[in-house]
């Protein structure tokens, strides 16, 4: 089976940093996704990582440990318009190719 | 503009009814989606296709039914709408081929309203 977890709800200041979790335990793995969603709007992609390590992106960072199931997106210098749903997604195999997403974290940021 | 669109973006229908949604994408990708979003934001794969051909097909009522008449367009079909299948539903599309790290390319979503 396939199972992300991710907290629901997170909230912070504007110009923080803020770190949001995904743990996944998942048939397979071949990649590890980090979209956002803004309220009304599509999933649109952030970050990708299959190796250990910290993939950093502008204000975005996103790490990955293989051997803990773990990931987290890392958003620094924290606007008003972050505040958004952060789904952490798993492509558990290649051949399906189709992402196993998490119920996704609702970032809120308060000035 | 190169996108994943769909349509129709909203569609209230009464229980009973069969409606449609369409989907095309001019990314050039060769694998199209469709999700579930339900009302708590759980994003869930119902189908997909890689050239025409289908690939997943999860658990799934038979009243949905995808087709894909190209490898850029992927249609839902839903016959007999029931309350449950109130949602907002995701087509998507990807680079079928090659390395595992083509993400999924999502449309703006249909919001589909059952009474």
């Known amino acids: 089976g396939q199972n992300i977890d991710q907290p629901t709800e997170m909230t912070a200041t504007e110009g923080a940093i803020v770190q949001i979790n995904c743990t996944y335990q998942t048939s397979g793995f071949n990649g590890l996704f980090w979209y956002q969603q803004h309220a009304g709007e599509a999933p649109t992609f952030l970050s990708y990582?299959?190796?250990?390590g910290l993939e950093e992106k502008g204000r975005f960072s996103s790490f990955l440990s293989r051997s803990k199931g773990y990931s987290y997106l890392l958003l620094k210098e924290l606007q008003m318009k972050d505040s958004a749903s952060y789904l952490c997604a798993v492509r558990p195999d290649t051949g399906r190719r189709a992402l196993t997403f998490g119920s996704g974290t609702r970032l809120q940021v308060q000035p | 503009d190169t996108a994943v669109s769909q349509t129709p973006k909203y569609l209230v229908t009464q229980m009973g009814n069969d409606k449609s949604i369409k989907c095309e994408q001019n990314?050039?990708?060769?694998?199209m989606y469709w999700y579930k979003q339900d009302s708590k934001k759980f994003l869930k794969i119902m189908f997909s296709?890689?050239?025409?051909?289908?690939?997943i097909n999860e658990t799934v009522p038979n009243r949905f039914s995808p087709k894909s008449p190209d490898k850029a367009h992927l249609n839902l079909h839903i016959n007999s709408l029931e309350l449950g299948d109130s949602a907002v539903y995701f087509c998507?599309?990807?680079?079928?081929?090659?390395?595992?790290?083509?993400?999924?390319?999502f449309g703006n979503g249909t919001r589909l309203t059952v009474t």
């Open positions: 990314l050039g990708h060769d694998t």
């Open positions: 296709y890689n050239n025409k051909e289908l690939i």
């Open positions: 998507a599309s990807s680079l079928g081929q090659g390395s595992g790290n083509s993400p999924l390319h």
């Open positions: 990582n299959v190796l250990d």
